[in-house]
């Protein structure tokens, strides 16, 4: 028997890949980019098998290119994601995402004394860690590390 | 151009920091000066706090200010449910400089990005209390003639203690030696020695501190307190290791002074008190002298 080969998720002509992104994070992903007020075509796909995070994601947005400091705003979500730059149906740029050296008003700050948890402040981090991720907080100082990891 | 605040003892460079000490001892020899006449100063305290708040308020009379401001949450509109950010907005425009203390982390950097006059952090929860560690400093150098190369002892509660971890991060700039005194339960924590550690700096630890006195040049002793220990048998088999006597203080050097952020309540016995090694009193109105110079190198005045 033939086997066929076949896109989960139809091509562009022109836009943006972003491919492993952890399924369960997908939604964030379209969160943080703001992808639900964008008027292009967007499609997407997830539960994609993936060798190396299981269950992955793929999101395709057509005529629409970033700026780095956008998307690396997905680096606490999905760290390993790889962008496809396409034209003309052609892949014309690489890019991964990287973690930024400062957060702003993605993750909430773990301690619950923090002034961000009790009024309309945008959370503020350095990015203290790059690795296994660690947040020191602008306003509070304390650290929320990976594990306690909250995306608004 | 946005106002110089103090909210965390970081937002200082070590030349700002020795500028606002030197200025506090030009303040030691003549208190009073009348920089601030004409000026409105708040103190906004959403906790009380009546020593470090009737600090601040002596040192804004002996610079001739005037202060506006409440000495807890419940006598302000906060009571009636006004955001912080509203009584920033509005306390700015009534006067020159704010002073606050509030119970919530994070706090006063908050304000100081709202306010358009300079804000000065007299404490936010367990985070900063910036002008508590300058006033150490203060006595520390006083009473060593120097910053450098000392052996600070703290003592007691070093888990939760704002004002050891503040001290220590502040002196860490200097050749510092410390020996961390505590409880188990009670132990500096782990991110504060890896600062050390990368700094190369010495550090010790000791559950108990008779034996090693003798080697200190300041022992700055805090409070232990029985809410922090999760088993109260913990607190009753250890609350009498930290606490200081004067017999304790035979062999210790000449020039070794004790320092307490205070109120104290048991730690350091009344019998050491008359001992001219102990300086918690004399720190206490350094505090003013301090807070003096703070005020006046924020507005720009000295």
Redesign the interface.
Known sequence: MKERKQLSVSAIENGTVIDHIPARNLFKVIQILGLDHFDSQITFGTNLESKKLGKKAIIKISDKFFEDEDINRIALVAPDAKLNIIRDYEVVEKKVVEVPDTITGIAK?M?P????N????TTRFRVVSKKNVSLK???????TNQENMQII | MKPRSLV?IDDLNTGEILKILDLAAEFEKEPVQKLLEGKVVATLFFEPSTRTRLSFESAINRLGGKIVGFSDASSSSVSKGE???DTIRMVSSYSDLIVMRH?????A??ASEIASVPVINAG?????HPTQTLLDMYSIRKTQGTLDGLNIFMVGDLKYGRTVHSLMMAMSRWNTTFNFISPDELKMPD?FKLYLENLGLRYYEHSDFTDIISRADIIYMTRVQKERFSDPIEYEKVKNVYVLKNAMLANTKPNMRILHPLPRVNEIHPDVDSNPKAYYFEQALNGVYTRQAILCSLLGIK
């Open positions: 700050c301690n004394k923090c002034i961000t009790f009024e309309q402040v907080c602008h306003y509070c100082e304390k650290i | 965390s955001t912080l950010h119970p919530i982390e994070g706090s950097r908050f936010d929860g367990a985070n900063q991110e």
